[in-house]
């Protein structure tokens, strides 16, 4: 693994399903971010972490939930999965949660609600 | 309030032509970071520049440069005699010392003709 890592690829998923995207980082960088990506939207924030062990909400949080447990892992949960949802999900991370720190993007996962 | 502007939606060039892709930002912060960032077709986005607010300096790389203008709060990027492998997406985005997040422009999709 090099860099970051996201799974699945893409998925289409029925509403009202559960659904966790994962997304794994080998840089052991401490701050990671979900981002979606949306048509004339461009990315906007949904979660990020600063730190193993905490999380905070970004622009757009509801309907989506993230967990901290460890470095390298940062799973997004949709609870009950909506057609809004349908997007192109990007996971990033950076050394630190300082905003000149660039941030790595992994590859994205598109995901469809029907 | 911050604000990232990418006027133009859509870009097409014939290769080898010089094209510049704008952006315009909003702070009243005095400290804040400028990067660009690639997405080619795969999806991924790639880091291309960072710039903080006291550098105003223009950078060179290649056949890519940028000309950061406080003054008109523009972080324009130009690539010189384009080529094929420069068709991409293309996204301005601010950031700042608080910030958790980058602050994307919607962004511009550059097409180079052969």
């Known amino acids: 693994i090099a860099g970051i890592t996201q799974a699945p690829t893409s998925q289409i998923l029925a509403a009202g399903r559960r659904m966790t995207l994962r997304c794994t980082q080998d840089?052991?960088?401490?701050?990671m971010y979900w981002y979606r990506q949306d048509l004339g939207l461009g990315l906007r924030l949904i979660h990020y972490s600063n730190t193993a062990g905490t999380t905070g909400k970004g622009e757009v949080p509801d309907g989506y939930s993230v967990s901290r447990a460890n470095t390298d892992d940062f799973p997004l949960t949709l609870a009950s999965a909506v057609p809004s949802q349908t997007s192109v999900y990007f996971c990033?991370?950076?050394?630190?949660?300082?905003?000149?720190?660039?941030?790595?993007f992994g590859p994205g996962t598109r995901l469809t609600v029907l | 309030a911050q604000k990232v502007t990418q006027a133009q939606t859509e870009i097409s060039v014939v290769e080898k032509e010089d094209v510049t892709l704008d952006c315009v930002y909003e702070?009243?912060?005095?400290?804040?970071?400028l990067f660009w960032y690639k997405q080619p077709p795969s999806g991924e986005l790639v880091f291309l520049i960072r710039?903080?607010?006291?550098?105003?300096q223009n950078e060179i790389s290649g056949r890519y440069s940028w000309n950061f203008q406080k003054s008109t709060s523009s972080f324009n990027f130009t690539i010189t005699a384009s080529q094929v492998v420069d068709s991409a997406v293309y996204f301005c985005a601010l950031s700042f010392p608080w910030a958790n997040n980058l602050f994307f422009g919607t962004g511009t999709r550059l097409t180079v003709i052969p």
């Open positions: 840089m052991r960088h401490n701050a």
């Open positions: 710039r903080n607010s006291f550098d105003e």
């Open positions: 702070t009243r912060d005095t400290t804040y970071y």
């Open positions: 990033a991370s950076s050394e630190s949660r300082e905003g000149r720190s660039r941030q790595f």
